[in-house]
Nanobody
Framework: QVQLVESGGGLVQTGGSLRLSCAVS????????MGWFRRAPGKEREFVSA????????YLSDSVKGRFTIARDNAKNTVYLQMNDLKPEDTGVYYC????????????????????WGQGIPVTASS
């Protein structure tokens, strides 16, 4: 049984930081590209960040560049999203996802390319 379990979300003041974690089981973690998506209230799920299998390359959406960092630990089967300088527009439910296909554009930014998803965890940045 494949499981992706997010943790680390919550309420933070504008300008604050959070680190999301996603613990993965049931698949060979190092064989998958890992991504983070988010769904803001009233909006569709959108790409945030992705990291290749070895961690050698990362992708970030323009809206989070310079503020968010993605990392993975293949020994712990875990992917992380460090979020700094959080803004109200970062509020939403954050999902981690695993992609078994190509590790490059445009695949890594496409929701439909991902094979497995977590349940999501809420993040609220409030002033």
């Amino acid at each position: 049984q494949v499981q992706l379990v997010e943790s680390g979300g919550g309420l933070v003041q504008t300008g604050g930081s959070l680190r999301l974690s996603c613990a993965v089981s049931g698949i060979t973690f190092s064989s998958y590209v890992m991504g983070w998506f988010r769904r803001a209230p009233g909006k569709e799920r959108e790409f945030v960040s992705a990291i290749t299998r070895s961690g050698s390359s990362t992708y970030l959406s323009d809206s989070v560049k310079g503020r968010f960092t993605i990392a993975r630990d293949n020994a712990k089967n875990t992917v992380y999203l460090q979020m700094n300088d959080l803004k109200p527009e970062d509020t939403g439910v954050y999902y981690c996802a695993a992609l078994g296909g190509p590790a490059d554009l445009p695949f890594v930014v496409l929701r439909k390319a991902y094979d497995y998803w977590g349940q999501g965890i809420p993040v609220t940045a409030s002033s």
